[in-house]
């Protein structure tokens, strides 16, 4: 397709406002905005058959995504990520039917670079020259390699004490970036104080309309990769919530389109760390706004999101598809972290083990059952956390310092049938 797109407008998700889509829009009543589609052109349009035949990234998904002429797409090649099973790790665990959706594979090493791919194209397509981003981490590394892409120039707040490697790429990929003496939401404040002087556009999660479209093909990868099923169970770990919100628009545009073959939808388990739960503890009480957390601190950066913008549309489709908010233990993390990556190979972030540490209580409450299709999502690399990472495993030994008479080759060879 060289023109056109099949979006019909936008629309508040919290008064239902109709927004013409040909202009830059943001936010509507301060809440998101929805990408709405002509979704019987759609099914007219194309067919499952066709879009399998496509290149293996996530334009393969074309009419359903926002951009409206090809010239205008920024691409790394983002996307298709592997299903990878899981079997150790779900022996570990009592499951049977585990999968990761690995993430970590993504252009900057995490699923980031699908938001700031069509965030990036969609502004360039209406005109933006200058991007500006607050971010916990992997979305100001994302924005700065698409505006790179692009040949737009980029501004980056983050928390001074954001991952070194997300200051790193920032920076690499020639992006103005600093530091903010605060949280992620400081860092919005400086974007939103800066807008009229700066005249930059804010590429803040869900404070315009694009970044949704993109997460979104998570969703429709993971439906096609499995035969157009979906899984019984999906745990997303969840900062601004943008994930989740867009896979579960894409099963209900999917729907729609009579794409899948069953019409049985995931349970959705959101997954936080105890030290940053604003949606599981408005889960807990019922509620479908979140309270916004005051001393939010994590490990995991990118669950480090005091108030998500779109906090009830994360709770509309956890509550609608059955499924949960829950806290995983901060203190579990990293040992999460090592324990999958050692199982498995995957580069799992202390997000994704938040996940794990969930699913586990999950398992032993009966919450999920063990021939049940699993589906949990490593969102980013464990690259990108080396300084935390390095606290928690051994350093190595010189090969001088060993002496290998001491070595205990009873308890490696236990280690090594119990892992096989
Ligand atoms: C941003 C981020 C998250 C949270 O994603 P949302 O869709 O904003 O909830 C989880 N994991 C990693 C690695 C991230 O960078």
Redesign the pocket.
Known sequence: MTTGSFVTHLEGAIDGIRLPHDQLQTTSGGRPLWVRYDLPAIRAAVTREEVARRPMDLWRYRELLPVESDEHIVTLGEGWSPMLPCPRLGAELGLERLWIKDESQLPTG???CR?LALAVSRAKELGVKRLAIPT????GGAMAAYAARAGLEAWVFMPADTPVVNKLEATLYGARAYLVDGLISDCGAVVRAGAETMEWFDCS?LKEPYRLEG?KTMGLELAEQLGWRLPDVIL???????????MWKAFAELQTLGWLEDEKLPRMVSCQSDGCAPIANAFARGERFADPVANPHTI????R?PG?VGDFMILDAVRASGGMALAAAESELTGWTRRAASLEGISI?P??AACLAVLEQLVREGAVKPEEQIVVFN??AAQ?YVEVLAEDLPSLPPIDEIDWDEIDWNEIDRAASAGS
């Open positions: 995490s699923f980031k938001g916990a981490g992997n979305a999660t997460k997303y770990p969840t900062g601004g919530g943008t994930g989740l919100i867009g995991a950066s990118g669950l999101v998500a972030c997000e994704t969102t980013g990108k």
